[in-house]
């Protein structure tokens, strides 16, 4: 037995000898097969039970590893963990022995069952064991054996990972004692959703082979997730999960479900996404002369010491890589006289070092490469130089080498499988078909010895796919369309094929194409590395499309994907993009389509240079590096994301707390990045890595802000909290370095001064610490979030700051021309009046001044400056009328600028205003709940009081008539002559929202908070019809021109189309579900208006949406920049359409004829 071991047993014994019951440990331990029958008996026939354990630990101590660790495990099962966590750090190492009766280096008939059933791969017919390694594995995964966690081995790709965590499993005891519920192997790769769930549906099934939790595999990862942990828990307790050749973090969270998990990778940081402990084990790429001689002799079937001279020097100059010295191996197995040969090779060859890399020996590798080149056969050596043009740890389906040359799939499978059996090209059989890589040191051998080809090599596989395809054209059924999608761009500009990338780039089909399947991001990042090439052709043009990416990210990574024409028809005239839509729309309008022109746009400044969406929810915070090269980001979704600031791709997903992340900050340095939560820590991350650097947690409430030092040389990280303290962290130091007293409520927000001699906060409590009086002058208005704007930081130059917004995105700005244009925006309470072929709007601005707009000219008129609260335009523009805060209303004759006031007006803020066809009376109600009738040429006053809550709007009726609407429930019909109620509707239990008079003007709808629509008849005061099946609040309502639709809209986004005649439901409109993340933003449905032949519908909401009265369908969508419109006002022939968002900015379409 190992000192360690023999110490810690002797240092518990007391403890152990009074607590512990000998039968049932020692009914384990002769299972094991290290204790004996007559030493059982003996401890038996000891008088008490303090006795039986003394002489049971005593026989222990007389024997070897074994029986420790069997004792250990004992203690586990019959539930003395505390004992048993006593005697863990005396566990000792174990080497593959002795086993069982009828082992072999420790693999019994047991072994061979378990491995076999789990699926764990058999021992390579080249095989040498390292057992430092694998003793290493073992001892981690000891520390798994009583609790859920992770070992992971990580390596470069041919050091021999898969083998080693087949080796410290293939052990009798080391199974029997800590994982008896067996060992479940998984071979994972690189994979993408559908092939995760594809590898958890095939798990599943082994696990329940009796399916006795299910009868049919799970049907998504998260399902399938929940399935896992099951089994695993209730039917494979205490079983090894190994995960072989991990290469995305993401793919480990479905395997995240407390289990002890083992697994491979190239890269150690996978795991720093996923909960619970870690334990590393590093494999080596030198495998040392004695392993790497070993390998030689079992390749060549020879003894170690029968080996050649030149073996000893062919392992030097390999310098111990266990892929080179394979590579060699597998050589010499088939040529064994070619010693001298070989040696030579790697002697003479010099190749150029391409980079050094603390991995993989590249002059090693190069050189074997080189040999393992030269024996392929004649007919087949071009094709392999052809794959010069590949790109690293990219697979690469069958089908493109077979467009590339021009061969059946069998063909090119046959020829490849010549590169597979000689080392030469690796192959994943995963999928549907084989997908082909090269290693990444295999690629820079062939750039370097094909440097001179490789721009014809490009250009015959840009000519090979011209010659089959269209570029979008492509379908994404066809296997190889990811990759031409991916990689297309690439071939033309390392061809020097200038005019065709730019004909790619600058293609609305293609952006089109590429964005659906793909996502902007790959696309902007393209535009911004072959810039140089795409602005030989035409600068502006490259401009014009890098910006409509940037802009229109956020929508074009979404789905149902927006209609990309209809994207670009919002584009400026001048915009390459534009025409091209214009082209398409035109075409396309010919066969039925829909499309609107956004006639008044030249007159809208768009300010934002990128915007890109990388969280699920809303965005709290947002920060630039030091270099300005990165940006990380935090909210709702609880992650830090951390992505590239000119072109939005993403770097790093780290889910961050277990609840909303409300700050982060990069250190000046750019080596950390700080996060604080509402989970009340805060945590430093390595900002390359995503690794876990601190936690602290000493703030009572959630933590607000964190801000680094602008110091490199001695980094100090501050933080604010509701707690009412800021505290000061020293990363040398784990603890709190000082606390600062002084806010009486939540301090929001901290920021050293440039020198770091001062600390700024700023609090709830209504008060800022320290002041800088520079900033105190407000130099812009920045416009452009549809929601809460959370925070702003300039980048270090200042030239540009980002926003970060409820919105779920992030902008960001360039700080001249936002203080250039520092924006004058509208208010949405406006009016319109379509006359002949104008459109004329009156609406109040942001400044308080009434604005008479042309919509076709632009031409703008400011009228005057006031408290306004609503207007409205007479019926032939002579005048117009508004409504003030203070209650007031007044009349502006447009032909003399005479103002006409109220003498009496309303107690309460102006809601709404009207004029009679007429233009003789003005009717306006208000937040007093009267309705006032002004005959403003005759100053008479008409009072229309009986609501008992405020006025929510108004109709006029024919016959001098008026129907009203209130908070109060109640729909009543007014004379305004008399000021009397010819009738009073109880409509609904809450809040009326909206009222519709039908154009036969027999009937009337009114929708409510209640969730209900109803349709009543004027001659009746119970309702007709009451519609019900909304989920949310009914907002609006609208009949048809011919009186026998209805359409409901509310606040879930669904429109409903009734017939009036009997009630029914005709269509739901509804907006498409989408995965979690995925961009709702329709929001309230908040007006409707139907086309005059009743088969097209507007709505108004989040936007602007067209659809089919007949199927039900949407036609299109209008994306305003903006969102929440209240109201759209549509031309009586349906062709011209007004509204204005949430930000201000006015909206003219126009329908494309």
């Not at 890109?612 to 990165?630: K, L, N």
Request: aromatic share 8%; charged share 25%.
């Amino acid at each position: 037995m190992d000192a360690k071991a023999r110490n810690c047993l002797l240092q518990y014994r007391e403890a152990l000898e009074k607590d512990i019951k000998t039968s049932y440990i020692m009914d384990r331990m002769i299972n094991d097969g290290v204790l004996t029958i007559s030493e059982e008996e003996k401890v038996k026939n000891e008088p008490t039970q303090q006795q039986r354990a003394a002489l049971l630990i005593k026989t222990i101590l007389k024997k070897d590893n074994y029986s420790y660790i069997s004792f250990y495990n004992a203690l586990i099962h019959e539930g003395y963990k505390d004992l048993a966590a006593l005697l863990h750090s005396g566990i000792p190492v174990i080497s593959s022995s002795n086993g069982g009766k009828d082992s072999v280096g420790g693999i019994t008939s047991h072994v061979k069952t378990v491995l076999c059933e789990g699926g764990v791969p058999q021992r390579p017919v080249v095989f040498v064991t390292r057992k430092k390694l694998v003793n290493a594995i073992r001892q981690n995964l000891f520390k798994l054996s009583d609790e859920p966690g992770w070992v992971v081995i990580y390596g470069m790709a041919g050091c021999g990972k898969s083998v080693l965590a087949a080796e410290a499993v293939r052990d009798h005891f080391f199974l029997d004692g800590c994982f008896p519920g067996g060992v479940h192997w998984v071979s994972v790769g690189k994979q993408d959703k559908a092939g995760l769930l594809m590898k958890l549906q095939n798990l599943c099934t082994r696990l329940d082979q009796d399916e006795n939790f299910s009868q049919r595999p799970p049907l998504n990862i998260e399902e399938a997730k929940d399935r896992l942990r099951l089994l695993m828990l209730r039917k494979h307790p205490r079983s090894l999960l190994i995960l072989d050749d991990i290469w995305d973090s993401w793919i480990l969270k479905a395997f995240d479900n407390q289990c002890q998990i083992l697994l491979t990778t190239r890269d150690k940081s996978v795991t720093d996404s996923v909960m619970g402990p870690k334990y590393i084990v590093a494999v080596e790429s030198d495998l040392g002369k004695e392993k790497g001689l070993e390998i030689l002799s079992l390749f060549v079937n020879m003894k170690k010491a029968d080996l050649p001279e030149q073996a000893h020097s062919i392992i030097k100059e390999c310098k111990g890589s266990p892929l080179v010295v394979s590579l060699i191996g597998a050589l010499l197995r088939d040529f064994p006289n070619r010693w001298d040969y070989y040696l030579r090779q790697l002697q003479n060859k010099q190749f150029k070092r391409i980079r050094k890399s603390s991995f993989y020996d590249y002059e090693a590798l190069d050189e074997a490469m080189s040999i393992s080149v030269e024996m392929l056969r004649e007919d087949i050596k071009d094709y392999y130089t052809d794959l010069s043009i590949l790109q690293k740890d990219v697979k690469v389906p069958t089908k493109v080498l077979c467009i590339l040359w021009d061969m059946e799939t069998e063909e090119v499978e046959d020829i490849l499988q010549e590169f597979v059996n000689k080392s030469l090209l690796f192959c994943d059989r995963n999928g549907k078909s084989f997908r082909y890589y090269l290693h990444d040191l295999q690629v820079d051998f062939l750039i370097e010895k094909n440097r001179n080809q490789l721009q014809d090599l490009h250009k015959k596989i840009v000519t090979q796919f011209q010659k089959h395809y269209q570029p979008h054209t492509l379908s994404p059924d066809q296997e190889d369309c990811m990759y031409w999608y991916n990689f297309l761009a690439y071939h033309m500009a390392s061809a020097s094929m200038h005019k065709e990338l730019c004909a790619l780039m600058f293609s609305l089909d293609w952006i089109k194409a590429k964005t659906e399947l793909v996502g902007p991001a790959h696309l902007i990042h393209e535009f911004v590395e072959y810039r140089h090439i795409l602005d030989e052709k035409d600068c502006a043009v490259c401009e014009n499309f890098q910006e409509f990416l940037s802009l229109n990210g956020h929508l074009l990574g979404r789905q149902p994907f927006p209609n990309i024409v209809q994207l670009g028809l919002c584009e400026p005239e001048t915009s390459e993009v534009y025409q091209q839509a214009k082209l398409q729309a035109k075409q396309e309008v010919d066969h039925g389509m829909l499309y609107l022109e956004w006639i008044n746009k030249k007159n809208i400044k768009n300010l934002s240079r990128l915007v890109v969406r990388p969280h699920t929810d809303a965005v709290y915070h947002a920060c630039f590096s030091e270099d300005g090269q990165r940006i990380a980001s935090c909210g709702v979704d609880k992650t830090l994301q951390v992505f590239k600031a000119e072109t939005g791709e993403k770097l790093l997903e780290i889910k961050a707390h277990e609840d909303e992340v409300l700050c982060c900050a990069f250190s000046t340095d750019d080596r950390f990045i700080a996060t604080c939560s509402v989970d009340k820590k805060v945590k430093i991350w390595n900002s390359m890595t995503g690794g876990l650097v601190h936690v602290y947690d000493e703030h009572s409430e959630q933590v607000n802000c964190c801000h680094f030092t602008n110091n490199s040389h001695y980094l100090l990280l501050a933080t604010a909290s509701s707690d009412c303290f800021l505290k000061l962290w020293d990363l040398n130091q784990k603890e709190c370095r000082n606390t600062m007293f002084g806010h009486t409520n939540s301090v929001n927000h901290c920021r050293f001064s440039p020198d770091d001699k001062l600390l700024a906060s700023c609090s709830a409590d209504g008060t800022l610490k320290l002041w800088n009086m520079d900033s105190c002058l407000k130099v812009a208005d920045c416009r452009g979030h549809l929601s809460w704007v959370h925070c702003v930081m300039f980048s270090p130059d200042g030239s540009s700051f980002l926003t970060s917004s409820d919105d779920q995105t992030i902008r960001l700005w360039e700080t001249k021309k936002v203080c250039k244009n520092s924006a004058i925006v509208l208010k949405q309470e406006i009016d319109v009046v379509f006359q002949e072929n104008e459109v004329m709007v009156l609406a109040v601005d942001n400044i308080k001044r009434l604005q008479l707009i042309n919509g076709k000219t632009g031409q703008i008129d400011y009228l005057i400056e006031a408290q306004v609260s609503c207007c409205c335009l007479s019926p032939h523009l002579q005048y117009i009328a508004f409504g003030g805060e203070d209650g007031a209303v007044e009349i502006l004759e447009l032909l003399n600028n005479r103002i006409f006031q109220s003498r009496i007006g309303h107690k309460k803020t102006v809601r709404h205003i009207q004029f009679t066809d007429d233009g003789k009376t003005l009717i306006s109600s208000s937040d007093d709940s009267s309705i006032q009738v002004w005959n403003w040429q005759s100053e008479e006053y008409v009072f229309l009081q009986a609501h008992q809550e405020t006025v929510k709007d108004f109709k006029l009726l024919k016959n001098s008539k008026l129907l009203s609407w209130s908070f109060d429930g109640t729909v009543k019909i007014w004379s305004i002559i008399t000021g009397r109620i010819e009738k009073d509707f109880v409509c609904h239990q809450d809040t009326v929202l909206s009222c519709d008079i039908s154009p036969d003007a027999t009937k009337f709808s009114s929708t409510s908070a209640d969730k209900t629509a109803k349709i009543w008849s004027f001659e009746l005061l119970s309702p007709l019809h009451e519609l019900r099946g909304h989920k949310g609040c009914v907002r609006c309502s609208v009949f048809s021109v011919d009186s026998t639709l209805l359409a409901t809209g509310d606040d879930n986004g669904e429109i409903r189309i009734w017939n009036v005649s009997n009630g029914e439901l005709l269509h739901l409109c509804a907006p498409i579900l989408v995965e979690e993340g995925a961009a709702t933003h329709g929001g309230w449905v908040t007006d409707l208006c139907f086309s005059p032949d009743s088969k097209m519908l507007v709505s108004a909401g989040g936007y602007l949406k067209w659809w089919n009265v007949v199927t039900g369908e949407s036609s299109q969508t209008f994306y305003t920049n903006g969102t929440c419109l209240k109201k759209i006002h549509v031309s009586s022939d349906f062709k011209t359409y007004v509204t204005v968002d949430n930000l201000g900015i006015l909206y003219i379409l126009q329908m494309l004829e």
